[in-house]
């Protein structure tokens, strides 16, 4: 049973950063790719990032490269979203997900099967 559980969301100013952490359990993560989707209000859940775990592979939305950063520590079976130049618009609830997959594949939420409760990040302009 995979257990996810993400923490590290809050209140920041616009340009402000957070560091969203990912706790991974319940098996050997080394075949699957981690990623993160995101929810606003009255909004559908769109893809963020992505990592494969083995290969190290990332993968990025648009509206997030080159201010967001997915990493991973294999040790603590940790995935981890460093979020920069945070903008009014990354506000929403950030979601963890898993799916068994060594590459991505596709990135729509729909073929992840294992979900974390979430954290919301809200950003003030």
């Known amino acids: 049973q995979v257990q996810l559980v993400e923490s590290g969301g809050g209140l920041v100013q616009a340009g402000g950063s957070l560091r969203l952490s990912c706790a991974a359990s319940?098996?050997?993560?080394?075949?699957?790719?981690m990623g993160w989707f995101r929810q606003a209000p009255g909004k559908e859940r769109e893809f963020v990032a992505g990592?494969?775990?083995?290969?190290?592979?990332?993968y990025y939305a648009d509206s997030v490269k080159g201010r967001f950063t997915i990493s991973k520590d294999n040790a603590k079976n940790t995935v981890y979203l460093q979020l920069n130049s945070l903008k009014p618009e990354d506000t929403a609830v950030y979601y963890c997900?898993?799916?068994?997959?060594?590459?991505?594949?596709?990135?729509?939420?729909?073929?992840?099967?294992?979900w974390g409760p979430g954290t919301q990040v809200t950003v003030s302009s």
């Open positions: 997900a898993a799916k068994r997959a060594v590459v991505a594949g596709s990135l729509d939420a729909a073929t992840f099967g294992s």
């Open positions: 319940g098996r050997t993560f080394s075949g699957y790719t």
């Open positions: 990592i494969s775990w083995s290969l190290g592979r990332t």
